[in-house]
């Protein structure tokens, strides 16, 4: 089992003993009281080309937003910046029979969404992908 399937098993192991008290935002994304997302699913959803899954979108909220290689290293790398109101889209990955719209976790069990990283998210050609803090100072979901 790789690192990132063992992570999503212990948090969704965790989630079913502890449940977090989480209310709803107006995109209908699960937020904690520190405004933290843990799912990355929203009604509104991309497009993409096939064999890639629709993800949801997601706009930019904060004047500047970093997108990095991975979360869960001690030294984190820039891909891409992003800038106030650009959208980008969550990255929708295969477990089991359905989607994985759960967030990784860093050391300190703040959730971070893969998204798709580069600025046309629709293309084949720019696959960029890398990983944004999960917290609504920095994104919202897209509404209707």
Not at 70 to 80: C, N
Not at 98 to 117: A, T
Request: charged residues 20%; glycine residues 6%; hydrophobic residues 35%.
């Amino acid at each position: 089992m790789n690192y990132r399937k063992l992570t999503i098993a212990l948090f969704l192991l965790a989630a079913s003993l502890a449940p977090i008290s989480c209310g709803q935002n107006p995109g209908g994304s699960s937020v904690d009281k520190l405004t933290d997302y843990y799912r990355n699913d929203t009604p509104v959803k991309g497009t993409t080309f096939s064999p890639l899954m629709p993800g949801s979108l997601w706009r930019v909220v904060a004047s500047q937003l970093n997108c990095y290689t991975d979360p869960l290293a001690d030294s984190k790398i820039i891909i891409t910046q992003f800038s106030r109101n650009d959208i980008i889209q969550a990255e929708v990955w295969r477990g089991g029979a359905d989607e994985v719209l759960v967030n990784e976790l860093d050391s300190e069990g703040k959730p971070w969404m893969h998204i798709r990283g580069g600025r046309n998210i629709d293309s084949p050609a720019d696959l960029t992908r890398c990983y944004v803090r999960a917290n609504s100072r920095y994104i919202q979901p897209v509404k209707n």
